[in-house]
């Protein structure tokens, strides 16, 4: 199993950056991804970022491509999601993800088995 923890979350101004961490514990010697999705306010959980754990491969959704940026420190086991130029409907709670098995669509959610408890950012106009 796999434990992940969510921090970082909060209010931000529109323009403005938020930086999310997410520590795996447990058995992170299996992750091949790590992923961050959000949910906004009476929407569907969306895929937002990915990076597959070993080469550090990403992938974006086109609505943050070039404002969000996902990154990984392997040594801490930890995954980060750097929020910049924030919008208010960036507003979402936003979820970490791992997932185990290698080959599969890392922007599937139905793919991740683990997932962190979630954290608030809330973006004000």
């Known amino acids: 199993q796999v434990q992940l923890a969510e921090s970082g979350g909060g209010l931000a101004q529109a323009g403005g950056s938020v930086r999310l961490s997410c520590a795996a514990s447990?058995?992170?010697?299996?992750?091949?991804?790590m992923a961050w999705f959000r949910r906004a306010p009476g929407k569907e959980r969306e895929f937002i970022a990915a990076v597959n754990w070993s080469v550090g491969y990403t992938d974006y959704a086109a609505s943050v491509k070039g404002r969000f940026t996902i990154s990984r420190d392997k040594s801490k086991n930890t995954v980060f999601l750097q929020m910049n130029s924030l919008r208010p409907e960036d507003t979402a709670v936003y979820y970490c993800?791992?997932?185990?098995?290698?080959?599969?669509?890392?922007?599937?959610?139905?793919?991740?088995?683990?997932w962190g408890q979630g954290t608030q950012v809330t973006v004000s106009s």
């Open positions: 447990g058995r992170t010697f299996s992750t091949y991804a």
């Open positions: 993800a791992g997932l185990s098995i290698g080959g599969r669509n890392m922007r599937n959610e139905a793919n991740y088995p683990y």
